[in-house]
């Protein structure tokens, strides 16, 4: 398995990044991308690729929600980071009107800015879409024939949303929303549309502890160790076999990344 998005840089890891990397290769995770959605994010995504070869990988972006910071330095920051061959993708990017903690034109500009990035690096988005589909799919629509491939992270809209994506040959992110018994529902019936190979797996950790897991742990923190849970609540959806689905969504991310 690849956990193709994992917010490693986050605080709540400090104390103990190595051991939860211990765990996650014990639990059958091969590689992990590591998240970079803010201008300490990225310097710290890339610093723990560079710790961890053939591991840890990085992406480089600045999340919707900060999209008011977005400015020259931190464009060009950016664009140099985006050059490093352990960076894999642009993003995390795109547009959230849901939690709406910027302004929806500098979000729109931050995007559309980040795209062109991407085309300008010739990596793969990862990208973030809630509450907002008609202006992400519009803005990706431009640019998605100058991309070399694109993810849509933690998929949790609806079918039309759901067909667009695919229809622009996105690939599909799928978190723990899908082990949620009480928000999951209409995702569990959704995956079952995703053509096999443009499924991704992953665990957006520390977020979105999938509530399926047993024992629950004290603390709400998720971590890659967890994917097999993810994978699991997907094949369950699919009817399909746990394994093969693991094997098909790695070989996805390889693909999609370029991951040897
Ligand atoms: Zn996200």
Same mark, same amino acid.
């Given at each position: ?96 009107? /849901? ?10 500009? %931050? /995007? ?13 988005? /990862? ?6 589909? %008609? ?90 160790? /967890? ?34």
């Amino acid at each position: 398995m690849i956990d193709i998005g994992a917010n490693l840089a986050h605080d709540s890891f400090d104390a103990d990044r190595d051991a939860l990397l211990q765990r996650a290769w014990d639990a059958g995770v091969e590689a992990i991308v590591v998240t970079g959605s803010s201008a300490a994010s990225n310097e710290q995504a890339l610093q723990l690729a560079q710790a961890h070869p053939g591991r840890l990988y990085a992406t480089t972006g600045l999340h919707p929600h900060h999209a008011s910071e977005w400015d020259e330095t931190i464009a060009a920051r950016i664009a140099e980071l985006a050059r490093e061959p352990q960076v894999l993708a642009l993003g995390e990017c795109g547009l959230d009107y /849901f939690r709406d903690y910027s302004p929806h034109p500098e979000q729109r500009r %931050a /995007f559309v800015a980040q795209l062109g990035l991407a085309v300008q690096a010739d990596k793969p988005v /990862f990208l973030h879409q809630r509450e907002a589909h %008609a202006d992400f799919h519009a803005i990706l629509r431009d640019y998605r024939r100058a991309l070399p491939g694109c993810v849509v992270h933690c998929f949790t809209d609806g079918a039309e949303a759901l067909d667009a994506y695919l229809a622009l040959d996105c690939h599909i992110g799928i978190t723990g929303w899908i082990c949620d018994e009480r928000r999951g529902l209409g995702l569990r019936e959704l995956v079952r549309r995703i053509p096999a190979e443009r499924l991704l797996i992953e665990t957006d950790a520390p977020y979105l502890l999938p509530r399926n897991l047993k024992p629950t742990p004290k603390h709400r923190r998720n971590e890659p160790a /967890f994917l097999p849970w993810v994978l699991q609540a997907v094949a369950y959806a699919r009817g399909e076999d746990a394994a093969q689905l693991g094997a098909q969504t790695t070989a996805n991310a390889r693909r999609l990344f370029g991951i040897a």
